[in-house]
């Protein structure tokens, strides 16, 4: 059958296109992603872990543990803003970075009470800065680096949460030690 000569003047109707910018069938994912990231579904948030945590206990190493709190935070920022930079490297590229010192302060002390609060301002923008790649609907989470061993959006996005996670709850355990957790 032929289409009629009405039906040859109707305008097509749009389909959606797989590649077009205004389709993304990974916004699903991509908000799980980003609610995962952002922490409190099944755990404590990061705000919350270091929240109201006294400047005088901040560089204290309790009995039997390796560090202190200023460490943990420190590694936290540390180890994020390598996993963003090895998922959108700076120009340049991608450096490695050696494990553990470079991702460990040595000091269990911040070096400055200001210390504390720019390496959680930090972390703060380095999150931000990667949600902004998972919500580009350009940026496809299954899609291997052209660097690395097959790493992709959502290995790395996986491992921040991951990773964060471990840490967040052994500031929480850090903090009942010095008695300064009370939720």
Avoid at 55 to 64: F, Q
Avoid at 113 to 131: G, L, N, P, Y
């Amino acid at each position: 059958m032929s289409a009629t000569p009405a039906e040859k003047s109707k305008p097509e109707k749009s389909r959606p296109d797989k590649n077009s910018p205004t389709t993304d069938d990974q916004a699903a994912l991509r908000k799980q992603l980003i609610d995962l990231l952002q922490g409190g579904q099944a755990h404590v948030t990061f705000e919350d872990a270091i929240a109201d945590l006294p400047a005088s206990l901040r560089g204290t190493v309790p009995p039997k543990l390796p560090y202190s709190a200023w460490q943990l935070l420190e590694h936290l920022r540390i180890a994020q803003r390598d996993i963003l930079n090895f998922s959108s490297p700076p120009t340049g590229g991608y450096h490695p970075m050696r494990w553990p010192q470079d991702y460990w302060p040595r000091s269990p002390e911040p070096s400055t009470v200001e210390a504390w609060d720019h390496s959680i301002q930090m972390i703060h923008v380095d999150r931000k800065t990667f949600i902004a790649l998972i919500e580009n609907p350009k940026s496809d989470l299954y899609k291997p680096f052209r660097w690395g061993d097959g790493q992709n959006l959502l290995r790395e996005a996986l491992l921040i949460a991951d990773h964060n996670a471990y840490h967040l709850g052994e500031l929480i355990v850090l903090r009942r030690l010095l008695g300064a957790w009370h939720k």
